[in-house]
């Protein structure tokens, strides 16, 4: 199978079919699934200022991924029924619109099961079946303690699946969440998970930080040159008030300096911006633990 992306409108091609949407901000990947002939699309409903709650279609049947508010869902979705909501955490603007969303539809929520509303409570390391395809469940705490991400697999006619990482306020692009209740240790490890996961997995966020995130990882890495062409087509892709979701594993292995803190060059400056300064400590932990409250700060 062939996939490609055209920068300027954002157009994914699948084989001979060209899926566009028109909508602001508003993307679709569509995908054949080798077990079956139904599509699978995952397009961003904006809510608030920056958040992206991400909308799952497949054989007709409307998932949604972290519902902070459920207004825009009622108006991405119109008279279509809602089969089911996905939770990553706690925040409320991840939750705040199950209350309603479960008014209108009755649908199942699956999510931590210490959160009110939530009807199907999710256990790590455990698979799940939804919209007929399998979901992987990983504990990845750090943000917060009770943080999920979930990976969704979707068959390929090469034979190779292909992910799709939901990974709330853990990971964005070329950052990562602040630690509200977990350790710096915790999160390097949650991350590291997330980014052994093949470099083709596609990476859907909860919140449009890439810009900003871009500045930091320039500053943290300024020879890295992956970063700057990554700030080029981001700045492309908000000028044109089209997302830069989601990412890849492979784009942030290449671009994400918290993922990058095995690199000589990023432990440096790490260590030059903490209070030992220019102590060079190579403990990854360590170097995470800098770079985050370098961030705090930025």
């Known amino acids: ?25 508003m993307i679709s990947f569509q995908l054949p ?21 991400w909308h799952l279609e497949r054989d007709g049947a409307h998932w949604v991924v972290d519902p902070g508010d459920a207004k825009p869902v009622f108006e991405a979705l119109g008279d279509k029924p809602l089969g089911g909501i996905l939770i990553t955490h706690h925040h409320l603007d991840h939750t705040g619109g199950i209350a309603k969303l479960r008014e209108r539809y009755a649908c199942p929520v699956y999510g931590p099961g210490t959160i009110d509303g939530v009807t199907n409570p999710l256990a790590a390391g455990e698979s799940y079946e939804i919209l007929g395809l399998p979901m992987r469940v990983m504990d990845v705490p750090g943000h917060t303690l009770d943080h999920l991400a ?16 939901f990974c709330g306020d853990t990971l964005f692009a070329a950052g990562c969440g602040r630690l509200f209740e ?16 093949p470099p083709e997995t596609r990476v859907y966020c909860a919140h449009e930080y890439t810009l ?69 400590d190579s403990d ?11 961030k705090d700060e930025f």
Not at 150 to 165: A, I, K, R, S, W
């Open 33 to 53: 699934d080798q077990r079956a002939t139904k599509m699978l699309s995952i397009s961003p409903i904006p809510a608030f200022s920056d958040n992206y709650i």
């Open 212 to 280: 900003a995130n871009l500045r930091f990882a320039e500053t943290a890495e300024p020879g890295n040159a992956a970063v700057k062409s990554r700030i080029a087509t981001s700045q492309a892709l908000r000028a044109d008030n089209r997302p830069t979701l989601p990412s890849t594993i492979g784009e942030e292995l290449a671009t994400n300096p918290f993922l990058r803190c095995h690199i000589p060059a990023v432990a440096r400056r790490a260590a030059n911006h903490g209070a030992n300064g220019a102590n060079g």
């Open 1 to 25: 199978m062939r996939d490609s992306v055209s920068l300027a409108a954002r157009t994914i091609t699948t084989g001979p079919q060209v899926i566009q949407r028109k909508l602001p901000y």
């Open 182 to 197: 977990g350790t710096p240790a915790q999160m390097h490890n949650s991350l590291a998970k997330l980014s052994a996961l």
């Open 150 to 165: 979930l990976v969704l697999e979707e068959g390929t006619d090469n034979g190779t699946p292909q992910l799709h990482l």
């Open 284 to 294: 990854e932990v360590e170097v995470f633990a800098r770079l985050r409250r370098w």
